[in-house]
């Protein structure tokens, strides 16, 4: 199964409520406010700019068409006076096309401005917006990313919701201008007949009700490809991430990959191809309809110039408000169409960043018993929709001091154990104590600021030699005299005696100048890491010495073991050789306790663990 999550079925459409399918009309206008006060708070100045010039925008049309009918009147006025009078008519139609030239050149001024703050908006904006997505990111539990449901809706919201809020608010201002834009012609056109605007308006109404339908559609297959679109990031990941190369290569994964890539396109395509000739088609035969409006209307214009019912200045003025009239209610009905679909596309984002985060209450800095250490009491874990728990009734106790190593076949619960303890889950049932406290009232920065971690699958940061130890302890990230003590204590100082530029040498191969290295030497790292929190009394190491040859591991636990005096160590491996210098020794078996005591009483017991120690041990006769 690629990716870790349940694989794709073909058949399956998620479900969603009929109120994340189809918030009605009245549901738009309150993603509008919502994206209108996120444009605010991002920019007061432009939200103004850009509210300003857009009623502007709506006026000056009207006003143009005005000033034009003026000036054919003006022409036919002089044209039909007296040679004195002439020159005065036309000075006066000469100043008329000097005013509308000034309402031409303001338009465009104000077209070009409009465009300007879009532009910008569009950029601080769609900043704004990632931003927000990721900081919710930051509160959200492990629980939620390792939830494949989770998963499309943070597809979902980083892929379209982040430029949605723009689009809303400029379809929100547009339909402003163009309603300004359509009063102004309605004032000018009913003085020649009020049926005129009610033919201009009605004649949109098809192509519109068939939008907005389009929409709803596209917005339903955009809900149900979420976990096909995710797939294709995941395989360009594969075939393109340096990480995955080798084994691609070697196990000649890539024609399959890319078929299955090219697979996924062809059923996505297929659906668009089909819903946009099903969109285009219809919004060409009702496109119709409002063509044959128009040219109706010009018809039934042309006919009153002819009977002398209107002049041609009048004549000119109505066809272009006629025609122009349709372009805005043609534009209205297509911003609110819009605005249906922003809106729903919106849900997304808001319902991700809505997304329910249990609250960490907790206050408690130090506990009432420091000398008692860890307790687990009855402790039961169980991952959502699992089949049966991960940890069953877990009783533990580590003083100060101590040391324990946990041991299990994979999947026995080990991990998981160190997940609680960090509270990056929550207990199903029973509690954890650290310092006669329970974990739940433990401040957590507090709780976290006591534990150096690292797990089996640490992160390798393509940043700095010094940074990637840095990022063990947050507040002193960039302190460099902190990386050399942890350096010393990880052993990975004799690297840096190797790198020209020490531990500022970048990591990695994806930013120039990048150094790779090797498994064991990415562990020590890691390990370094561990050390940088100073003030941490738990260190727990998972599987720390995995890529590393047994000398090295052997170094490794004896300098761990000076090094942790006075502290609390927690030791998972599966090298026996490793976990034999623990106090204490756990076994896990189907997330339960079978064994526990030294190595020493473990192998008097003859039990599981000596079975195992055994089968270990002639491996290496």
């Not at 668009?272 to 040219?295: E, M």
Request: proline share 3%; hydrophobic share 45%.
């Amino acid at each position: 199964m690629i990716g870790g999550h349940r694989p794709l079925n073909p058949r399956r459409r998620p479900q969603h409520s009929s109120t994340e399918l189809s918030r009605g009309f009245l549901g738009v206008f309150g993603y509008s406010r919502r994206a209108l006060e996120l444009v605010w708070t991002t920019s007061h100045l432009l939200s103004v700019s850009f509210a300003l010039l857009t009623l502007t925008a709506g006026a000056l049309p009207a006003a143009v068409a005005y000033v034009g009918s003026l000036i054919v009147d003006a022409v036919v006025a002089a044209m039909q006076t007296g040679a004195a009078e002439r020159p005065a008519l036309t000075e006066h139609a000469l100043m008329l096309v000097v005013g509308e030239g000034l309402l031409v050149a303001a338009l465009a001024g104000t077209q070009r401005g409009i465009a300007l703050c879009q532009s910008l908006l569009r950029a601080q904006l769609g900043q704004r917006v990632n931003v927000m997505i990721l900081e919710k990111a930051l509160t959200l539990d492990l629980a939620h990313f390792e939830n494949s449901d989770f998963y499309d809706k943070l597809t979902r919201a980083r892929r379209e919701a982040s430029s949605r809020p723009l689009s809303l608010v400029m379809r929100t201002f547009g339909l402003a201008q163009n309603a300004i834009s359509l009063i102004s012609y309605a004032t000018l056109l009913v003085k020649f007949s009020p049926w005129a605007v009610a033919v201009l308006i009605v004649a949109g109404l098809p192509a519109f009700l068939a939008e907005a339908k389009f929409s709803g559609d596209a917005f339903r297959l955009f809900l149900w490809r979420s976990p096909e679109t995710r797939m294709q990031l995941y395989l360009e990941t594969v075939l393109a991430r340096e990480d995955h190369v080798k084994e691609v290569k070697l196990f000649g994964l890539g024609p399959l990959f890319l078929e299955r890539y090219r697979a996924i396109f062809r059923k996505l395509y297929k659906e668009d191809r089909d819903l946009t000739l099903r969109r285009d088609t219809w919004g060409f035969f009702l496109g119709l309809i409002g063509t044959a409006t128009l040219y109706s209307a010009y018809a039934w214009i042309a006919l009153a110039a002819i009977a002398a019912r209107i002049t041609l200045g009048q004549m000119t003025m109505y066809l272009m408000l006629f025609r122009q009239g349709q372009a805005a209610v043609s534009a209205i009905l297509s911003a609110v169409g819009g605005m249906y679909e922003d809106n729903l596309y919106l849900s997304t984002l808001y319902a991700y960043l809505e997304t329910p985060v249990a609250t960490r209450s907790g206050t408690v800095v130090r506990g009432p018993q420091p000398d008692d250490g860890i307790r687990f009491e009855q402790v039961s874990f169980a991952y959502p929709d699992a089949e049966r728990p991960t940890l069953v009734d877990i009783d533990l106790h580590i003083r100060p001091g101590e040391s324990l190593a946990l041991v299990g076949e994979n999947g026995s619960g080990k991990t998981t154990l160190i997940k609680l303890l960090t509270r990056l889950y929550e207990p199903t049932s029973g509690r954890i104590l650290l310092d006669g406290q329970d974990l739940r009232e433990w401040d957590q920065a507090a709780l976290r600021d006591r534990i150096g971690v690292i797990f089996q699958d640490f992160t390798r940061y393509q940043l700095m030699l010094g940074e990637n130890i840095g990022a063990g302890d947050v507040q002193h990230f960039a302190d460099e005299m902190r990386w050399h003590e942890a350096g010393e204590k990880g052993m990975v100082a004799p690297l840096v005696e190797t790198l020209s530029k020490g531990y500022r040498t970048p990591l990695g191969k994806w930013f120039n100048d990048g150094r790779e290295l090797s498994g064991g030497q990415w562990q020590k790292v890691a390990l370094s890491r561990a050390f940088m929190r100073s003030r941490a009394d738990i260190l727990v190491l998972d599987e720390p010495t995995a890529a590393m040859d047994a000398g090295a591991e052997a170094m490794i636990y004896e300098h761990f073991r000076a090094l942790t005096q006075g502290r609390i160590a927690i030791l998972i491996s599966h090298r026996f050789s490793t976990v034999r210098m623990a106090d204490q020794i756990v076994v896990l078996q189907n997330g339960s306790i079978i064994e526990r005591g030294s190595h020493e009483a473990l192998m008097q017991l003859n039990g599981h663990y000596a079975h195992l120690f055994s089968l270990q041990a002639k491996g290496y006769r």
